[in-house]
């Protein structure tokens, strides 16, 4: 089993920054990566950026240039820092992490989201 507790979200003006921050705890053999979706209202939520654990990163178009995604493995711990923040980037973001609970089991699990809302 495997908890996700991120943090960080909050209004901001546009132009201004936040950093999410995504702690992983539980039973588990390892985390092969981590990632940040979001969801607007009334739209699917999306991928933002993710990270595994040899360091590649991938990110949306819509927030490359402004978000890096970065981890540390020794606390099991994703962040994501956001700058020059849009009203577009308003949506309740969630953590992801893919892990090996076994040798043999993989499973996905969620945050429970933190809200981002930028004012125009």
């Known amino acids: 089993q495997v908890q996700l507790v991120e943090s960080g979200g909050g209004l901001v003006q546009a132009g201004g920054s936040l950093r999410l921050s995504c702690a992983a705890s539980?039973?588990?053999?390892?985390?092969?990566?981590m990632a940040w979706y979001r969801q607007a209202p009334g739209k699917q939520r999306e991928l933002v950026a993710r990270?595994?654990?040899?360091?590649?990163?991938y990110y949306a178009d819509s927030v490359r240039g402004r978000f890096t995604i970065s981890r540390d493995n020794a606390k099991n711990t994703v962040y994501l820092q956001m700058i020059s923040l849009k009203p577009e980037d308003t949506a309740v973001y969630y953590c992801?992490?893919?892990?090996?609970?076994?040798?043999?089991?993989?499973?996905?699990?969620w945050g429970q989201g933190t809200q981002v809302t930028v004012s125009s």
């Open positions: 539980g039973s588990f053999f390892s985390i092969n990566a």
């Open positions: 990270i595994i654990g040899g360091g590649n990163t």
């Open positions: 992801n992490a893919d892990v090996s609970s076994t040798l043999i089991m993989r499973n996905n699990y």
